[in-house]
């Protein structure tokens, strides 16, 4: 590999179509790396000439966050109302009501750009790695800062972090629905393809955003950032998140408050023309009370109220990507989780080999399960680096440092894939002849290996009673083979068990109560032994309504599946896909789910649930699924979460109520009497001034501690509800303004002008 000067690396621009056409070898020529990847300076230096890999940074955008201020309905009211007064020559209400917008855009904009800054904080700390090869020395680091000509390792999960051209393939297969359409994976493989291919026939590539879905590979960055496929579409496109059920709640009461502008104000117009009032002044009154019977400040209020839980949130460790799902998260009434770092500690440990014949000890059992993971120990004891929690555990277990690589070569290998739920190998010992060598679940291992003796199934219960985690062993002769398919897992021998244990978290129990006291009912889907979970169901006292396991999930029809989750604790040995198919028929039972993952295989139920929640250890995949990241993964820290999300839901819904009711009074009040009265009974500045001063006193209400009755159970919008209050509360208040017009005009004769009872001072003519 050569060195290069500033102008050589910033032009180091390979368009992934010739990438894609060339071998390998020319692929790395061109790029100026080797085999063993770019040295630690070259790599820095070509970070400093071509900048992060990054297709949009989290930053605050100050612009940005002000234009979201005025995508309100009821601030493009305040817009146009503002515009026609000052048309129409009033400059009154044109400032009172600009006055008003400043107010409601200014809190908006501070109060959101802190919170967005604070997330930021947060997002840095958020990170995304890759397995690179620096100067022939395999480590990970943040994929922002790889750099064309880095050689990468990838598994199964991986998010594709660049476009990359592939240098070797292990049954590799990639969803790259998202750029191509196409729903089923592809096949990879590194062998070039004809000059001019069309993207989704680049065989011998991988691209920025798309998946692994099986296999592994290593390849060379060719273009990195917005230089890649999918950079230069997301830069193109923008990004548009769908709108949570807290924004559409707060969009049906916004339209419900236009609705009832436009048919009063409409009225209160036609009526004072057919009075013979003056034109621009019935029309400038009939706008006054459009703004008034608006709550002006609503988005400030809400904004506040969702930019104050998310600093208060901060502080715990909790990432929320959008304000609006913190309201989102205090909608949850059912949390569905893995039990691995939320039940338990989340650190798996080795504790045991069992063989189950004569002829292997433990020492054996334990080299055959290291032959079986996913590493390269061709040059010594594996790199940690890229390491599911179990291999790595083997690997860190005492026993793994009498693992001798000089003596085992590995041949071919079909890593483990989600439907398999095995690893297999085909290795030679000493030049011997090669055997297969497999590693997976007990039951998916057991089943092809013929009858199972009476012995080995007690022992193996045995340990699923004792909350242990076992992965099972077999292997066979295969010395006629060279190259690995599934096809060739059949007619094994069971080599034993290797058990490990992951132990309950001490303060599980406390997290539990916290959350069942908010009335939220936790139900556990793992890919474990169903023995396994619920013994640590068992040992933490959780009251279990029985167990679903995958094969009774597959069986059963919707409408039977449905009535079984409700009652239902423990989904066990659940696939991917039966994940996300319960979590959308709890969905339909009427319930908010929230779904808590950290692996590849919950993607689809984080993208399935009304909230997705992950945590930073997780896979880049269930990261960039999740609206939640918890840099803690504590369930206790998720009880704060919703508590706060509650807490913002309830003090909004006071500020609604509050300023709807009380506008509707004062605004049905001022219009009943502007047709009664010879005058109009308030003038439009003065409208607008008294709701804006009666607003500012409400901006106090997004900081108000709320009942804790209201913190038990979720609530939700109910637009009909807040009619009712309105329609009927405003009426009431209006009972008493009667009143005192009636005291005004008939006991103290006040007439429109006056500074006291009639003729106690100058009166003016009524308005006509």
């Not at 569905?336 to 770092?341: A, E, I, L, Q, S």
């Not at 690995?484 to 001490?506: I, Q, S």
């Not at 959350?515 to 936790?522: D, F, P, R, T, Y």
Request: charged share 20%; glycine share 8%; with cysteine.
């Amino acid at each position: 590999m050569t060195e290069l000067n500033v102008r050589e690396r910033s032009s180091l621009q390979l368009p992934i179509t010739d990438a894609a056409s060339l071998t390998s070898g020319q692929t790395l020529a061109r790029l100026a790396s080797g085999p063993d990847g770019l040295a630690e300076e070259e790599a820095a230096a070509r970070f400093g000439s071509l900048g992060p890999n990054a297709v949009r940074t989290h930053r605050a955008n100050a612009w940005a966050v002000l234009g979201r201020q005025f995508a309100s309905p009821i601030l493009i009211l305040l817009l146009v109302t503002a515009g026609l007064s000052l048309f129409l020559g009033d400059a009154t209400n044109s400032i009172v009501i600009g006055v008003i917008l400043l107010v409601s855009v200014g809190l908006g904009f501070t109060n959101e750009f802190r919170a967005e800054r604070a997330s930021e904080a947060l997002h840095d700390r958020v990170t995304h790695r890759a397995v690179v090869l620096r100067g022939g020395t395999t480590r990970e680091v943040d994929v922002t800062a790889l750099v064309p000509g880095d050689v990468v390792h990838l598994s199964l999960g991986a998010i594709i972090p660049a476009d990359i051209r592939l240098l070797a393939t292990n049954n590799l297969l990639c969803d790259e629905s998202i750029l191509t359409g196409e729903s089923q994976p592809a096949a990879k493989d590194p062998a070039p393809v004809a000059a001019g291919a069309a993207l989704g026939d680049l065989a011998s590539c991988v691209f920025m955003g798309t998946v692994i879905q099986s296999g592994s590979c290593t390849g060379v960055v060719v273009a990195t950032g917005g230089r890649a496929e999918f950079g230069r579409i997301a830069l193109g496109l923008g990004e548009r998140q769908p709108q949570t059920e807290f924004q559409l709640g707060l969009r049906r009461f916004s339209f419900l408050l236009l609705q009832v502008a436009m048919v009063l104000t409409t009225l209160i117009f036609v009526a004072n023309l057919l009075l013979q009032r003056p034109l621009i002044e019935s029309l400038l009154f009939s706008l006054a009370i459009a703004v008034g019977i608006t709550p002006q400040l609503l988005p400030a209020v809400v904004s506040t109220s969702l930019a104050t839980g998310t600093r208060q949130l901060a502080k715990r460790k909790v990432l929320v990507k959008r304000l609006v799902c913190i309201e989102d998260l205090g909608d949850m009434d059912i949390l569905v989780t893995d039990k691995t770092g939320t039940l338990t500690e989340g650190r798996i440990s080795f504790t045991s080999a069992l063989p189950v014949t004569q002829d292997v000890s433990e020492d054996d059992l334990l080299t055959l399960g290291l032959l079986a993971t996913e590493a390269d120990y061709s040059e010594g004891n594996a790199a940690p680096a890229g390491q599911n929690p179990l291999d790595a555990a083997l690997w860190d277990s005492p026993g793994a440092a009498a693992f001798e690589p000089k003596r085992h070569q590995r041949l071919d290998m079909i890593g483990f894939d989600h439907q398999r739920r095995r690893t297999t190998a085909l290795v030679r010992e000493d030049g011997g002849p090669a055997r297969l060598v497999t590693k997976g679940a007990p039951e998916d291992v057991l089943a092809l290996c013929g009858p199972t003796p009476p012995a080995v199934q007690r022992l193996l219960d045995e340990q699923f009673d004792a909350g242990s985690r076992v992965v099972a062993v077999a292997t066979r002769p295969a010395a006629d083979l060279e190259k690995l398919a599934p096809a060739d897992e059949y007619g094994l021998t069971l080599a034993g068990f290797l058990v490990f244990l992951d132990r309950p978290k001490t303060n599980a129990r406390q997290s539990l109560d916290l959350l069942e006291a908010l009335g939220i009912s936790v139900k556990i889907a793992t890919g474990d032994n169903a023995k396994v979970a619920e013994k640590v169901c068992a040992d933490l006292d959780v009251i279990s309504g029985g167990t679903l396991t995958g094969a009774q999930v597959e069986q059963m029809s919707d409408a039977d599946l449905a009535a079984a989750v409700r009652t239902a604790t423990i989904f066990a040995r659940v696939s991917p896909e039966q994940k996300a198919r319960i979590i959308g028929l709890l969905r339909l039972s009427g319930g908010s789910v929230g779904f808590m993952g950290d692996g590849v295989n919950d993607a689809l139920a984080l993208h399935k649930a009304d909230i997705g929640i992950s945590v930073d250890t997780a896979t880049d995949v269930a990261k960039d699924a999740a609206d939640v990241v918890l840099l803690d993964k504590d369930l206790g820290v998720l009880a704060d979460g919703v508590m706060e999300g509650r807490r913002i839901f309830a003090n909004t819904i006071k500020y609604v109520l509050m300023g709807t009711s009380s506008n509707f009074g004062n605004m049905f009040s001022a219009a009943a009497a502007s047709v009664v009265l010879s005058f109009l009974p308030m003038l439009p500045g003065q409208i607008l001034l008294n709701n804006l001063l009666y607003d500012s006193g409400q901006l106090a209400i997004p900081g108000d501690r709320v009942d804790k009755e209201q913190l038990r159970a979720p609530s939700h919008w109910d637009i009909a509800f807040i009619r009712r209050f309105m329609l009927l509360f405003g009426p009431i208040s209006s009972l008493f303004d009667f009143a005192t017009f009636a005291l005004m005009l008939f006991v103290f004769t006040a007439v429109p002008g006056s500074s006291g009872p009639a003729g106690s001072s100058n009166p003016s003519p009524p308005r006509r």
